[in-house]
C-alpha cells in the first residue's frame, strides 16, 4: 500500500464523494473515470455503427473483402482508423476495468 499527502482543500472536496474512507473515495473516483471514458468511447462507436449501419467488426470484414464503397476515399479511411481507435480503446478500458475491480474486491 503507498501513502500520499493530500492538500486540505482536496480532503475537504473528497467530502462529496460517497465512500466511508479515503480509499474507499479513490476507488470510487478511479472506477468513476474508467465509466467516463467507456460512455465517451461508446458514443463515438454509435457515432460510427449509426453512419455505416454495422459494428466495427463487420466493417472491417467487409473492409477486408473490399465491400466497403470508396474505401480508400479520405472520409472513409478517416472512419475506419478512428472507429479502429475507439474499439481498441474500448476493449482496454473494459480490461482494465474489470481489472480494477478485480483486485479492489479483494
Known amino acids: 500500500m503507498k501513502t500520499i499527502a ?4 482536496m480532503e475537504e472536496s473528497l467530502a462529496l464523494v460517497p465512500g466511508k474512507d479515503l480509499q474507499e473515495k479513490f ?4 472506477e468513476n473515470t474508467f465509466v467516463l471514458h467507456l460512455r465517451e468511447c461508446e ?3 454509435f457515432k460510427y455503427e449509426s453512419k ?3 459494428d466495427f467488426t463487420n466493417f472491417a470484414e467487409l473492409w477486408e ?5 470508396d474505401k480508400h476515399s479520405h472520409e472513409v479511411e478517416r ?10 480503446e ?9 481489472n480494477f475491480k478485480s483486485k479492489a474486491s479483494s
Open 6 to 9: 493530500l492538500a486540505d482543500n
Open 27 to 30: 476507488s470510487r473516483l478511479v
Open 43 to 45: 458514443d463515438y462507436l
Open 52 to 54: 455505416y449501419g454495422m
Open 65 to 69: 473483402q473490399g465491400e466497403i464503397p
Open 79 to 88: 472512419d475506419f482508423m478512428e472507429w479502429e481507435g475507439f474499439a481498441m
Open 90 to 98: 474500448r476493449s482496454s478500458l473494459l480490461k482494465a476495468l474489470r
